[in-house]
């Protein structure tokens, strides 16, 4: 090795950056998960109201979630069968899932799969639409109180059963047929965002599949030469047909199920990626037939990742978190009072639902409060999780500032803020920034600076 290259990598070790200082010795990991069911009532909202309410429960909700111990305080990774969780109700999640476990709020990264059979949690929007006797609702506030008392128990009580982690794997494969992007160019040139997760139009669904991350990760712990548990990731809205009030975990829930079912000793989880912009419309008709074919796909991937997945020993473990401040919306129809007239006197339902959840970003915003974007380290292997409908490209960041490790990324943190765009995307105006996009432009200058700060040190 010539000096210059040797004196040049001394430097690069001794900032820290490359990878976490390894430890005198090993970190000595505890791992115990918990699942738990989070199904709507009958007559609940799905989707903050934008769709029918529940009628009925094709298959049943779940947090599935695990708890890490021996990284200074626990760090829980929930997974919710839930559309989205926001602002006030975002951090009650946290807070007593934390309470339960004697940690921070912070160390609890909680995402949502976004099903959209499935309910979006509120409080302030839903406090909203009663104060102002709006006549629509987002969400039934006692049962996502009650919810959140249930997932925290389950987590706390998790800890009196724990195994070891010694191993941590990783594996990835090729899913096939599943995600595409919702631009893409039609048939004379122009540049379309209208590909939805059920996509009618052939021409519409002939279009190139365009940016998306085709690779699903597992991430999995291990004590010794035994699986404890495999969390799997990959990016794409996780609907096939949805909105007649038909409550379920959809193609993903069915893909997990499955893997669940393959492995009895071993507890599967999965998040879904950065997929704002992402969807199955190439490949999905919106026929229901389609839901088993989506499934199926996915879990030739989840089980093709598994067999590819090797392991090492644990040498690092580390959790980090960043803040990340977003601004509120500032356009026409987005302003304090914009928003209030529209709460009390959209026509439709949906629209003053739609008001109440800016109002409730906004005021959040206003606050002060940050999102947290947290990391989980373990040198050769990471997890990060990103805020609500981040657009592909930001977990195709994540992925490229961590290129001697496996990264897996989920999306649908915090989501207050609805999409989280590209400025290309803004530029190229984007239909589906009309309404669920209560965050400013400059929001991909913000959102770059927080991933490259959370992921120096990887």
Same mark, same amino acid.
């Given at each position: ?37 989070? %199904? ?52 009650? @999640?946290?807070? /007593? ?79 096939? /047929? ?84 393959? %492995?009895?000793?071993? @507890? ?31 879990? /030739? ?5 598994? /067999? ?41 339902? @949906? ?108």
């Amino acid at each position: 090795m010539n000096p210059s290259r040797r004196d040049a990598l001394a430097a690069l070790a001794a900032t820290g950056l490359g990878r976490p200082a390894p430890a005198a010795d090993p970190p000595k990991l505890a791992l115990s998960t918990f699942v738990t069911e989070t %199904t709507v009532p009958l007559g609940h909202p799905l989707m903050g109201g934008g769709i029918a309410p529940a009628i009925e429960v094709i298959d049943p909700l779940f947090a599935h979630g695990f708890v890490l111990r021996g990284l200074d305080k626990p760090v829980a990774v929930v997974a919710l069968d839930w559309c989205e969780v926001r602002n006030g109700a975002y951090d009650l @999640f946290r807070d /007593k899932i934390a309470a339960a476990l004697g940690t921070d709020p912070a160390r609890v990264m909680l995402s949502c799969l976004h099903q959209h059979d499935a309910p979006i949690a509120d409080l302030e929007a839903q406090e909203l639409l009663e104060t102002h006797k709006a006549g629509a609702s987002v969400c039934d506030i006692a049962f996502v109180r009650k919810t959140a008392e249930r997932v925290a128990a389950a987590a706390g009580e998790s800890l009196k059963t724990s195994r070891a982690v010694t191993r941590i794997g990783t594996g990835k494969a090729t899913v096939e /047929k599943v995600a595409s992007n919702r631009r893409y160019t039609d048939a004379v040139g122009k540049v379309r965002y209208d590909r939805m997760s059920a996509t009618r139009d052939p021409a519409v669904r002939a279009g190139e599949e365009g940016t998306i991350d085709p690779e699903l990760t597992t991430l999995s712990f291990w004590d010794g030469d035994a699986p404890l548990l495999g969390l799997s990731a990959y990016a794409a809205h996780p609907m096939s047909h949805y909105g007649k009030g038909g409550v379920s975990a959809d193609f993903v829930g069915l893909a997990r199920r499955r893997r669940q079912a393959d %492995t009895p000793g071993v @507890f599967q989880m999965y998040v879904s990626g950065c997929s704002g912009n992402v969807t199955a419309g190439k490949y999905n008709d919106g026929d229901p037939g389609n839901r088993p074919v989506l499934a199926d796909r996915l879990y /030739k991937a989840m089980a093709a990742a598994w /067999k590819d997945t090797t392991t090492a020993p644990v040498t690092a473990a580390a959790f980090r978190s960043v803040p990340l401040k977003l601004k509120a919306r500032t356009s026409a129809g987005f302003s304090e009072d914009e928003l209030l007239k529209r709460l009390t006197a959209d026509p439709k339902p @949906f629209g003053r639902c739609l008001a109440a959840l800016g109002l409730s970003w906004k005021h959040r915003t206003d606050s002060g409060r940050p999102i947290d974007l947290p990391v989980l380290d373990f040198g050769r292997a990471v997890y990060a999780l990103l805020p609500a409908e981040s657009y592909v490209e930001y977990q195709l960041l994540v992925k490229q500032l961590g290129p001697d490790a496996a990264v897996v990324v989920a999306g649908y943190g915090e989501c207050g803020p609805g999409y989280i765009p590209t400025e290309r995307a803004r530029a190229e105006g984007d239909g589906n920034l009309a309404d669920w996009c209560w965050a400013d432009p400059g929001s991909e200058e913000r959102m770059i600076e927080a991933i490259k700060a959370a992921m120096k040190k990887v």
